[in-house]
């Protein structure tokens, strides 16, 4: 069959083919840990749940308008309001499947063809695809200085004519760093005097560890919502642990809103109406599950720490936010897919390879699961690769000796 060149060079996102394969292996009864997939594993807010199931209860399941329920745009609005210190209009909001889906409706509306995007590594893995998708050039920006902060002399350097815009992810993924107010207020005024685009995906803003805070980008910009070059993409996933719901949002000027309503019109219509209800009655909601998911995951990033930092030739910086540690094991002398294979074989832990986020040597591991997962999975990474460690562990009801 011939399909086009463009879809052909779109790469398999590598975290949904793991998560499908780690299913496969669980459900062949294999004791399996995953540390591959982003996704919180409390249950959704009551409310949420509540509210979903009322507006099923109504019978009333139609179309939505294309930009989102006027309910749920005002309770982005709000969010806005106290999250980031801006009033919007909810003309300044569209709601789309996922916050994955916003960012391809921005890049969409934003990028002709050949427009460079410049990414930062290490990076979430769709960026770099989504860019391809609609026939724009990722140009990807790495750190010299091995850390997970670029300079801006070093996004300036990647600049051309042709850049139209960044991305960047803060609280990040796959490292867990946050960009000092510094850097985010240098990048802003950087993209503002060079007519650049900034996206800011701030799907893991609110995880937050050691009671850090961090400045909302709008401070950095003078400038009103309808002139500023900043772009706003957030969502339910990661915070309220709605991955399956999949409502995600952009704040951005009304022009670029309105092209964004009119491209989702032609391809989805409008997310559904029932998980909008159940997106609202989230924001809306009592707040105290995201303290107990960020308490959750903050404590299982001190497990993931100590247990990493045990293991000799490790090289491990501590995640700031978000539920995602990306420690660095060139020491062990594989390339990152051998040693996240050597893993998933030997010990059954997911990972994912580093070279899949633009940096080798590392993998990446979400620690977003149950406390006691993330122990055991620790102790299976450190049973495969410390020498110190027993040499005999359970996994699941076998026991298994180490035998390389
Ligand atoms: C950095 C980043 N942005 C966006 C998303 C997508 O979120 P959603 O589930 O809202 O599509 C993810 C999910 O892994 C992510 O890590």
Redesign the pocket.
């Known amino acids: 069959m011939d399909i086009s060149k463009l879809a052909a060079s779109i790469a398999e996102s590598p975290?949904v083919k793991l998560n499908a394969e780690a299913a496969k292996l669980r459900a062949q009864g294999e004791a399996i840990v995953h540390f591959g997939i982003?996704e919180p594993k409390n249950k959704a807010p009551m409310s949420a749940i509540s509210s979903a199931i009322e507006k099923l209860n109504s019978g009333e399941v139609k179309y939505a308008p294309s930009d989102g329920l006027p309910s749920l745009k005002k309770a982005i609005v709000r969010y806005t309001e106290k999250n980031y210190g801006r009033t919007i209009d909810p003309a300044n909001v569209i709601v789309s499947d996922?916050?994955?889906?916003s960012?391809f409706n921005v890049l969409y509306a934003l990028i002709n063809p050949g427009d460079q995007v410049i990414i930062l590594a290490p990076y979430?893995v769709s960026y770099p695809e989504m860019v391809k998708m609609v026939n724009g050039v990722p140009v990807i920006v790495t750190p010299a200085d091995g850390s997970f902060y670029p300079k801006l002399s070093e996004i300036e350097k990647a600049v051309t004519p042709s850049t139209r815009a960044i991305i960047i992810?803060s609280p990040n993924?796959p490292s867990g760093a946050i960009f000092s107010d510094e850097l985010v207020g240098e990048i802003v005024e950087f993209c503002e005097r060079k007519n650049i685009y900034l996206l800011t995906?701030d799907?893991?803003h609110k995880l937050i560890f050691d009671g850090k805070k961090i400045a909302p980008v709008y401070n950095f910009t003078k400038k009103d919502i309808e002139s500023t070059n900043v772009i706003v993409i957030n969502?339910i996933?990661?915070t309220y642990g709605m991955?399956g719901f999949?409502v995600?949002w952009v704040v951005a000027n009304r022009k670029l809103v309105k092209v964004m309503t009119n491209i989702q019109g032609q391809i989805t219509t409008c997310n559904s109406p029932i998980c909008q209800v159940a997106a609202e009655a989230a924001l809306n909601g009592d707040q105290s599950c995201v303290d107990t998911l960020r308490d959750t995951i903050e404590k299982n990033r001190d497990t993931v720490m100590r247990e990493l930092q045990s293991i000799p030739g490790m090289k491990v910086v501590k995640p700031q936010g978000a539920f995602y540690c990306f420690p660095d094991f060139s020491a062990f002398n594989k390339d990152s897919m051998a040693l996240a294979d050597f893993l998933l074989k030997k010990a059954l832990v997911v990972t994912v390879p580093g070279k899949e986020f633009g940096m080798e040597g590392h993998l990446r591991l979400s620690y977003a699961g149950a406390p006691s997962e993330v122990a055991d999975g620790l102790a299976r990474i450190k049973w495969a690769l410390d020498p110190n460690a027993p040499r005999e562990i359970q996994i699941g009801n076998r026991k298994v000796t180490r035998d390389w």
């Not at 996922?98 to 889906?101: D, I, R």
């Open positions: 975290t982003g996922g916050a994955k889906h960012i979430w992810n993924n995906d799907i893991y969502g996933s990661k991955t999949r995600g």
